[in-house]
């Protein structure tokens, strides 16, 4: 042989060996990964009275769904801004009760609805709820915001989004998309395709028999494996999943993702990475010895605070941020404009000004 054909065979010697590895592992263990990746783990969620003080709405989806919502005004004078609130999973609307009842004395007006297949909205037998957020959940984010537009009372500056868990998550992947959301806050974010590549190095002794081949792949290797087991998936569950890192790598409004430490279904490592491919006007609010949702019975006051403050900071009329009386909530809504800024303005809002003016622009409204 010569020395051309032997190092030609040391090029390709290995790179046909590391394909043939990963064409083995794929049809050996994508039905497993698929299989365990469709089973819906159970997530436990608090039931909450529901509020007789709200007004109940019906609105339909594009793709024809029915959901529930209701609707719950302010009972300061003056409205700061709307909030929508996305429940978790197995949860439904009243999951809001406690997270939201500081925000309605604040002065915020809150909208909470039922995901399709959940609470008192449609539920279609040939689609099975599941951890990861899906384009039918983005369809019912839609249909939330699109109903708040279209009411008399809608706020001409811009909408909150508010979610836990799934419901959260569904929220950031709908900013993405709707400039029209001017502020989100997540509290147990999680993102399908870390917590897949998580789940499958953890667990993998569960359901795959000889789980050392998984083991000396890299995190590029599986991922190109999770993406083979959601194909099947997608196909056996007739839905679509949502990539929720190339969806947040395009959010443009601010963000805080709140996340208990000590949370066992979603590390908090994992959503530090997902901060991490987020823009810089993110905020991580880690709280220590919360649990999965647990936050706000670790820190209740100081979660109340922070998460009104951003509010605030965000929704509220640029006047009253900045210690000047706003306009009613009547005349706002009925003008359809927001009384200006003052004279002097922190750089730091003008600079946020600008960059919903881009995203509104980029998306023809």
């Known amino acids: 042989m010569t ?164 419901g959260g998550t569904a929220a950031l992947c709908a900013a993405a998309e709707n400039p029209h959301v001017r502020a989100v806050v997540v509290d147990g974010a999680c993102p399908t395709e870390r917590m897949q590549i998580y789940y499958l190095r953890r667990f993998m002794r569960s359901f795959i028999s000889r789980p050392w081949m998984f083991s000396w792949l890299p995190d590029l290797s599986l991922r190109a494996t999770n993406a083979w087991a959601r194909l099947l998936v997608q196909r056996q569950r007739n839905c679509r999943f949502v990539s929720v890192d190339q969806a947040a790598k395009r959010v443009r409004q601010p963000v805080m993702l709140i996340h208990g430490q000590r949370d066992s279904y979603v590390p908090v490592d994992v959503v530090r990475a997902l901060r991490k491919g987020m823009p810089v006007r993110t905020r991580l609010w880690v709280i220590p010895k919360a649990r999965h949702n647990g936050a706000i019975s670790i820190a209740t006051t100081a979660y109340h605070q922070r998460v009104a403050r951003f509010f605030h900071q965000h929704l509220a009329p640029v006047a009253e941020q900045y210690g000047r009386p706003a306009a009613s909530r009547s005349s706002a809504a009925a003008s359809g404009s927001v009384t200006g800024p003052p004279r002097r303005v922190p750089r730091e809002f003008v600079a946020g000004v600008e960059t919903r003016r881009e995203v509104l622009s980029q998306n023809g409204r």
């Not at 590895?21 to 529901?50: C, D």
């Not at 302010?74 to 197995?90: D, P, Q, S, Y």
């Not at 709820?129 to 009411?151: E, G, H, I, K, N």
């Open 3 to 166: 020395v051309v054909t032997i190092v030609i065979w040391l090029i390709v010697a290995p790179i046909g060996l590391i394909l043939f590895g990963h064409i083995l592992v794929w049809l050996l263990y994508v039905p497993a990964v698929a299989r365990a990746f469709g089973e819906t783990m159970f997530l436990p969620a608090q039931r909450h009275r529901s509020l007789e003080d709200g007004e109940d709405v019906t609105f339909t989806t594009r793709d024809g769904v029915r959901l529930e919502g209701t609707y719950l005004a302010t009972g300061a004078g003056r409205r700061k801004g709307v909030i929508v609130f996305c429940h978790e999973l197995n949860g439904n609307r009243w999951t809001t009760v406690p997270y939201t009842k500081d925000l309605r004395r604040r002065g915020f007006d809150i909208f909470t609805f039922d995901f399709r297949n959940h609470g008192s909205s449609e539920n279609l037998a040939d689609y099975q709820p599941m951890p990861w957020v899906t384009t039918s959940d983005l369809a019912d984010m839609q249909a939330a915001l699109d109903y708040l537009c279209t009411r008399g009372d809608a706020d001409p500056r811009g909408i909150g989004v508010m979610g836990l868990s799934r």
